[in-house]
């Protein structure tokens, strides 16, 4: 009678891929990512990774009111992203910010003039852009939206030099947007002042 021989499996190429998936798997290490000391450097979510230099760089978006409580500001959306790892918590700064298209669409009817500055000033480590619009309560005529224009750029300029963490507070938080419906609505009836949207771009 013939000796019964024992056989090894077959490695098939597709077994050996799930397994190196696994094992890939088995070497990440889960690091939390939280927001920046704005908002408390609060825990936003988590991230896998190898190592803690393939965090950098990640970005985590989030909206406002689930930061601050406030549910008046969840139209606007942050992005975080990751400049620093220390163990297995990952530190962020505000890379930008912007608002829910459909709240410009629902404040600017027919009736309104929308005047909008896009403007770009040096701060602390690169750039900020900003868009700041400003909605009349009726028809603006071409010189009030000449004025209202200069009294933005003058206010918006006035950031100029700061961190951005700074400045996106000023935008998102501060007295600026206040300042500016107080001496816009000197030139006309003002309906609404709205920052729709900020980006820094550090300095390479």
Known sequence: MAEKVEQKPVQTKQSAAARKTVDKWKKKKWFAITASRLFDKRVLCETPAEKPKNVIGRTSRVTMDILTGQRAKRDYAITFKVNDVQGQTASTFISMFEINKGVL????????????????????????????????????????????????????????????????????????????????????????????????????
């Open 105 to 204: 669409g629902r404040t600017i009817r027919r009736r309104n003039s929308k005047v909008a500055l896009v403007s770009t000033i040096p701060v602390s480590g690169g750039e900020a852009k900003s868009t700041i619009v400003v909605v009349t309560e009726r028809k603006a005529t071409q010189k009030q939206e000449a004025v209202i224009r200069e009294i933005i750029e003058k206010e918006y300029a006035a950031l100029a030099g700061k961190e951005y963490e700074e400045v996106a507070k000023e935008l998102l938080m501060g007295e600026i947007v206040n300042s500016l419906y107080k001496k816009a609505s000197k030139i006309c009836s003002i309906k609404k002042v709205i920052v729709s949207k900020s980006i820094f771009y550090e300095t390479r």
